[in-house]
C-alpha cells in the first residue's frame, strides 16, 4: 500500500498534487469535480488588489455623485469582469466552494501594497478558506527602489496579515530575488507558513502591426520544472517552510521530482486546462506505478531525497553544475539557415 499522504502548511493531504489559482475554481461545478478527479487541496483564483479598490471606489463615487464614474480605475483591468468576479461574490464562491469538498480550499489575494484590501484576507478566514495564497506580484520599475527595499515592503504584507488571520499563509513569489534563500527565509520569520514558488510572469509580447504592447498568455511548458526543482532542492532543510511547487507541473515524473527536490506539494494549472482535470488521477497513478516499480513505500521517503543537503554531490547544484552543463553541450554544424522572415 502506497502511502502519497502529504503535510503542506500544516494541513494533512491526502496526495501532494494541489490544483493552483486558475480558472478552474471559477465556476462552483468544477469543486466536487477537482476533488472526485483525486485533487488534494484546491486554491481559488485570486482576488486582485485593484478589484477591491476598484469596488470601493465604485461605493464611494456612487454616495458621492450618485453615479457608477469609476471607469477610469478600471480600464487598466480589461478582462476583470470576464474572468474574475467582484469580491462578495468571490467570498460566496468561496463558501459555497468549500461547502461542496471536503478537501481543504486555500483562497488566493493578490496584490503588493499595502491598504484596504489586506482585510479581504479576513473575509476569506470568515469564508471558510482553509489557508491563504498571498500572491505578491509586483513589477518594480523604479530605479530608486531598492531590493532591501521591496522585500521589507513583502514582509510587511506578510505581517499585517499575520496579525489578521489565524488560518495559515503562503506566500507565491516570483523567481527574481537576489538571495532567494535569505528572502525565504526572512518571509518566513515575518509569518508566512510557506512558500509557493515560483510565479509566471506573464511578459508581454511586442505587435509589430499595430505597433502596440499585448498580453500573451502561454500556458506552462515541463522545462520550467527545472527552475523550481532547483530553488526547492536549495531551500528543503535550510529554511523552515513549506514548499509548494507552481509552474512546469505536468505529469507524475514531474510530481514526483518535487518532492525529491523537497517540495511538500506540486500544484498544476496549465496541464489540466489542455488535459482536463481527470489528468489528476493519471498523475496519481503513475505515481504509484513508478514509486511500487522502485520500492517506495511514502512520499515522505522521498521528501528531499535529492535536495542540495542531501545529494551526494552538491555541486550539480551549484556553480560546478553550470560549468559541467556548458561542456555537456556538442555542437553539430549542420544546422540550415531559418527563412521564415
Ligand atoms: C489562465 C490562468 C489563470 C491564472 N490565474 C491565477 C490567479 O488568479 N492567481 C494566481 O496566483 N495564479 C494564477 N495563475 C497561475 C497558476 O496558478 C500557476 O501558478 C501557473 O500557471 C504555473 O503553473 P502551471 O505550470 O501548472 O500552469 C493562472 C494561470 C493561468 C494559466
Known amino acids: 500500500m502506497i502511502d502519497l499522504t502529504t503535510n503542506y502548511l500544516g494541513l494533512k493531504l491526502k496526495n501532494p498534487v494541489v490544483v493552483s489559482a486558475g480558472p478552474m475554481s471559477e465556476k462552483l461545478e468544477n469543486f466536487p469535480r477537482m476533488e472526485e478527479a ?5 486554491v481559488m483564483y485570486s482576488l486582485f488588489e485593484e478589484q477591491i479598490e476598484a469596488e470601493s471606489e465604485n461605493i464611494d463615487s456612487a454616495l458621492e455623485y450618485g453615479t457608477n464614474s469609476y471607469a477610469e480605475a478600471t480600464s487598466y483591468l480589461p478582462d476583470m469582469p470576464k474572468y474574475h468576479v467582484g469580491p462578495d461574490r ?3 464562491l468561496l463558501r459555497q466552494g468549500k461547502a461542496a469538498v471536503s478537501i481543504p480550499v486555500i483562497g488566493s489575494l493578490n496584490g503588493s501594497s499595502p491598504g484596504g484590501w489586506v482585510r479581504y484576507s479576513e473575509y476569506m478566514e470568515q469564508a471558510g478558506a482553509d489557508a491563504l495564497e498571498l500572491n505578491i506580484f509586483d513589477v518594480p520599475t523604479d530605479p530608486n527602489i531598492t531590493a532591501e527595499q521591496i522585500e521589507n515592503r513583502y514582509c510587511d504584507l506578510v505581517r499585517t496579515i499575520r496579525k489578521s488571520v489565524r488560518i495559515p499563509i503562503a506566500v507565491k513569489l516570483g523567481p527574481y530575488f537576489t538571495s532567494c534563500a535569505n ?3 526572512k518571509l518566513s520569520e515575518a509569518g508566512a507558513d510557506g512558500i509557493v514558488i515560483f510565479n509566471r510572469f506573464y511578459q508581454p509580447d511586442f505587435d509589430l502591426d499595430e505597433l502596440e504592447v499585448v498580453p500573451n498568455l502561454v500556458l506552462s511548458s515541463p522545462h520550467e520544472l527545472r527552475l523550481r526543482l532547483h530553488w526547492a532542492a536549495i531551500l528543503y532543510h535550510q529554511v523552515e517552510t513549506y514548499i509548494a511547487i507552481t509552474g512546469g507541473v505536468h505529469d507524475a515524473s514531474d510530481v514526483l521530482k518535487s518532492m525529491m527536490a523537497g517540495a511538500h506539494v506540486a500544484m498544476m494549472t496549465s496541464a489540466l486546462l489542455k488535459y482536463g482535470m481527470e489528468h489528476i488521477g493519471v498523475v ?3 505515481m504509484e506505478a513508478w514509486m511500487v516499480e522502485h520500492e517506495y513505500v511514502s512520499v ?3 521528501r528531499g531525497s535529492m535536495s542540495l543537503v ?3 554531490d552538491p555541486r550539480a547544484f551549484l556553480r560546478g553544475n553550470y560549468l559541467k552543463m556548458l561542456g555537456s553541450y556538442t555542437w553539430r554544424d549542420s544546422g540550415t539557415a531559418l527563412t521564415t522572415f
Open 284 to 286: 496519481l497513478a503513475g
Open 38 to 42: 483525486g485533487a488534494s487541496a484546491i
Open 310 to 312: 542531501n545529494v551526494e
Open 90 to 92: 468571490y467570498l460566496e
Open 183 to 185: 528572502f525565504a527565509r
Open 300 to 302: 515522505k521517503q522521498m
